[in-house]
């Protein structure tokens, strides 16, 4: 990528006279950037800055300090083709610490260079160097269970309620898109009320095709609220199961469901992870290589740790073998050993897409087979725990210490403290587990604790008893709120509704 400052780019000419000559074309003439910008993967090594034209173009990115553009820095991007659905992405790095970025995206037509779409407008804030306030905001599953973008409520406002709080990042703990989902144009809730959809052809079906996963990302951008939050507040994207289907593994096959003429999951998830990669706006590893688990740092109050649950799982099952059973795997689970022994921030928040203690059956209605890491069983690890027994004895023996997690996956909010007093397993220190969900789908739980790792439930807000797949429209949706206090590193975790509202809250010391 070529980095130029405005002046050697333009010349002698002043920035007055840039509207001019790059809007000389009609506006029908120029590309367009109908999804917005996003930005992602932000740490104290850079940020992605991600958007998507209509036709083949070359990225424009100009960025700067001050919101009026004062000596902006330009970098020229990559070509936004037909091969990446006229998606790109550029990776800014060497910027300055603790300050508002401004920057505005914008692409040149390949065919006529003067033909350069209106740019379009984004901020974030660089991690700090100093022990300044650093917050964030968790959640996960959007557009589940035929609860789509709802116009006569204003869409999906959850994401204006996060964008209210200013955060630093959000984490998406997977879910991004429910590709096995499809939507109608209408849902009838219990009480007779409608719940309306906007619909499009990629909606109106599972995806199966790399064009309808495509859509699927392409649906969630038609929602106002969220390409606004996506302009303000740089993402951290985890996937879970829906990006593919249901509970999906690479060796499941689909030969009961009559919805899909593919059967075989691992084409699909093949697709999926390609329109994953497209639509989110990550930091590319070496050689393309999908590595999904990273630190992302933001001075020496916060590390997080963004995990992979779903590429190196074995296949959904007993749970219950005395020898481990692969769900994070041996690289990824020796990688964060190794990044939370370095790690000098005081907290270490792990990102994981499912939680630790909640039961989670492959087939819930029989409740047979497990999906996540908990087995049932109360007793001492087995299959997957045996992944997290290695990890957390391993946290407690090297003395890291501040290590908590935030997940989702189950669709309502809760907070377990695990504590090996109580636990089968007491090699470990205590530690929380906070859990949120959803952003746009159905409210469902709660889900049992597995005893294994001892844990408490300090809080949860499933939907009332009898209930099942609760509408956004009955309080189903919520997010989480992480903020860190610069003055004395207190760590101060909220579960808030749809609206923003505090519903817990729970203070945490550094020790």
Known sequence: MNRLSRRSLLGSAPAAALPSRLFAQPAAQRPHLQ???????VGSDGITIWSRTDRPARMIVDYSTTERFADPTRMTGPIATAANDFTSRLRLTGLPSGRNVFYRVSYADLADEAATSEPVAGRFRTPPTSDAEVSFVWSADTVGQG?????????????ESMRRLAPDFFVHCGDTIYADNPLRPEKKLPDGRIWKNLVTDAKAKVAETLAEFRGNYLYNFLDANLRRFNAEVPMIALW?????????YWEKRLDADPRYQEKDVRVLAGRAQRAFREYMPFAEEPEGRFRLFRKFSFGPLLDVFRLDMRSYRTPNGGNRESAVTAFLGAEQVDWLKQALHSSRAIWKIVASDMPIGL?????????SGFEAIANAEDGPPLGRELEIAGLLSFIKQERIRNVHWITADVHYPATHRYDPARAAFSDFTPFYEFVSGPLCAGGFGPSSLDRTFGPEGVFQKPPPAGRFDLSPLENSCHFGHVRIDGRNGAMTVTHRDAAGAVIHALQLNAT
Do not use: F
Not at 35 to 41: I, P
Not at 147 to 159: A, E, Q, R, S
Not at 240 to 248: A, K, P, T
């Open 147 to 159: 609860w789509g973008i709802n116009p006569d409520i204003g869409g999906m406002t959850i994401y």
């Open 240 to 248: 879970d199961d829906h990006e593919v289907v249901d509970n999906w």
């Open 359 to 367: 039961v989670v059956y492959d087939d819930w209605r029989a409740k």
């Open 35 to 41: 999804q917005g910008v996003q930005a992602g993967d």
